[in-house]
């Protein structure tokens, strides 16, 4: 096992313009779980090929457990990795496929079976080990290419969108079960998703990328109340955080319609606001720091509800506890607690809470 | 145990399973016209072939014209020519095929455009390819004039005591014919592969040979099996090239079968002839699916 | 862009990596070397259709010249134009046209319905019919040619191009019914219950919406068959004496013909193959791909 250090690699893929990877830096610790986060066509893909030298880079540089790896060819660099696509081999046995790691390293008969056989009990696949892929199920596929990955004794273990093919129930379960995997062996692991619960329930850091470049590089509870842009709010939680113009002035923030109290130590100016659905709450109506609205549309999700409320000309979403009694129509006083309240420039997107 | 909920549904066109017993009549009726004419022209033909290799002038049965072919001079000579072009041309062939789509798909520029040059002897009749393999090999031709060049002496290529440089000329010239029938074949089999699996085990420590023998060709043997089967049989009518570059001298077996039914005007061990071919074709069809079996289709649809 | 600096696991901190070239270097080396490779490849599959283009469109005096320049020195159409002027040539090319097309027409009209009921329906027998097709498609030529002969002789049909279309397309039958029903595989089975939906009767579904989108795939198919024909000699041979196809002409008279003959007529037959591959480039690695398994 070893850490990974990326210096400002760039990528342009033959033919093009566009920097698919644009100056990345990023350390990934020993042990640690990296996601790269982003939506599709931010390059994150991309910089997880880098890594396997798949591709290679413009320029940069890449380094795996110290030792340089940025145009090492791909099988010397003693990678694992789980494919979106599974990849696992149609024409070998499922014994076969997840030992091909460790017969390519050319480990002796007994010692394969006895990893093989470690792995397939880990991923309860022992009653399939002699079964080709086309006998298997879409889900017992995906757990022979991640037992194909733990078997071997790699530095990285990269994965690329592995839960992406599975249906939602079945990609929700055996998410945790990956958690669980990946901890107990410990390995460093570069995972790429365009999912951000994926993202947030997984990692133990998420690097959010957007147009080849890491927008923000943070744990995951902070990506999710601290973003570093506009972007990242948008991104990541679902429904995506609520942004309106607003003024700031004299500690109060004024968005047209109604106003609130601004965070401690704002500056005077114009901003975007940022405030999450949930951490709005309908006040009391006697508060002179609420926000009064009207209840759009109500739609309850079982655990919460969640309501469209138009305040002024903004239409903001707000979640409130399940068995909170509102209509569509009824008019409400929204209160919003400043340390919640996230300002962003109002041109570049930036975070400014001081 | 996960269960097994992603359906492989997407992947083809349902068949349209309502009412199969309706639909059986459109099916018949449009498959009847193909089938009454291939019985009226393959079955028909090939009965009386056999029946006319079996009988003498009168309508009786005899096994002359079988001694006739075998008793022949050229009979060894031309059996042993088609076996030797087959045993050679085939291996030779495929490692050539092979290694040209390995490199196409590698994607070096202009692949394209290599790709439409390595066809378009796919698309020229043996024939032609004798004729043009004629300018280079004949005495006179371009080989000759080239080695005269460079101060080497000339050789009488196709020159009818000289077996061996006849073999190598219709050799060359097969090789240039119909390899691209086998690379096409290749070609399009190498593209059904995801390259996700040759990622995979690159990933997994695995160098381009280990690449190769472990995962792409296995993969590739369905294209290859059919590539094969369909190359071997298609090298025993092996013939005009042959007619096209040396004559009568170097005969092989489908050559004899013209010369006896053209020049001899015998039907009868004409016909022999034709169905020795269709016997070996058939047998080393039969060969090849017994050898090549694939067992990981076996839980397959 | 980026957020805060990160300096617990910073990245500012660690020195600059160095960078190993070799490996890069070796990878374009490599890609040199299969670029050299495929060059090569090119010249051996080109470099033939050149020089037999050269001596055909020599002197006949530059033909007995040695050593043969490389290049056009003796050009000159008088060979070609000898070959294309000779007794036969122009009427065994008006025969092979003839041939061609008539073995293309019949064999789609009867190959195309087969290809649509094996895309389309399930049927008892499809399975034996396409062995059967496999099988069929594995007959050398000879076997077929000689008893046909002797029956069209009895029949009147020897020495006429209408025997040698049917021969060609019982030859090409196999083929074009199996790339038929790939390319109607192709047809998303969606379009044409949407026009059944719309009203449309079965016939005219597939007339309607079927029909234009495989209509490429068909022709390619038929393009096929033409060059199959084009090019079979054997047969046609065989089944002919004076009514020659352009292969056959050629065979038959190649015992008592001078080489620049020969040369003129190998590049004939030839120029439409390198056309067909141009038009079909795109098609090639479908026909071949889908249908043979």
Known sequence: MADITIQNLVKVYPGGNERANDDVSLHVADGEFMVLLGPSGCGKTTLLRQIAGLELPTSGAIAIGGRDVTYMPVHQRNLSMVFQSYAVFPHRRVRANIGFGLAMRGMSKAEIDKKVDWAAE?????????????????????????????????????????????????????????????????????????????????????????????????????????????????????????????VVHDGQIDIGGGSFRAPEGAEDGRYTVGVRAEAITLGDPADPHTVPAKVLVVEPLGSATLLTATVGEHSIKVQVPADTQVAAGDQVKLSVPPSAVRLFDLDSGEARTP | MSVSTTAPAKERAPQPSPSRARKRSPALLLILPSLIFMLLLFAYPLAQGIITAFSDPSGGFTLGHWERMVGDNKFIPALRNTMLLIVVLIPLQFAFALAMALLLQEKPRLSGMYFYFWAIPLAVSDLAAGLVWLSIFQDRGYLNSVLDGVGLPVVSWLHYENTTTMFIAVLCAELWRATSLVLVIVVSGMQGIPKDYAEAAAVFNANYWKRLRHVILPLLKPSLQVALILRTILAFQTFAVAQALTGENFPLLVGETYRWYNFLTNPYVASAYALLILGISMVTAVVYLRVLRDQSQVGKR | MTSRPDTEHGTATTAPIEVDKRPLRRHQFNRALIQLACILISLFMVVPIYLITISAFSTRQGLNEFPQPLWPKNFSTETMATFLNSTGILAATLNSLTVGIGTLVLASLVGAPAGYAIARFAFRGKDPYQLFLLFTRALPIVVLSIPLAQVFLATGLYDQPIGVILLHTALSLPTTILITSSVFLSVPIDAEEAARIFGCTPVGAFLRVVLPLALPGIAASAIFTFVTSWNEVLGATILTFSNRTLPAQVLSTLGDSPVAFRFAGGLAMIIPSIIFIAIMRKYLLNMWGTTIR
């Open chain 1, 122 to 246: 880990l991923l309860q696949l022992t009653p399939y080990l002699d079964r080709f892929p086309a006998q298997l199920s879409g889900g017992q596929r995906q757990r022979v290419a991640v037992a194909r990955a733990i078997v071997v004794d790699a530095d990285v273990l990269l994965m690329d969108e592995p839960l992406s093919n599975l249906d939602a129930l079945l990609r929700l379960s055996f998410r945790a079960e990956l958690k669980q995997i990946v901890n107990q062996i410990g390995m460093t692991t570069v995972y790429v998703t365009h999912d951000q619960s994926e993202a947030l329930s997984l990692g133990d850091r998420v690097a959010v990328m957007k147009n080849g470049r890491i927008t923000q590089l943070d744990n995951p509870l902070r990506v999710y109340s601290h973003p570093a842009n506009t972007f990242v709010g948008g991104f990541i939680g679902s429904p995506p955080m609520n942004f309106v113009d607003g």
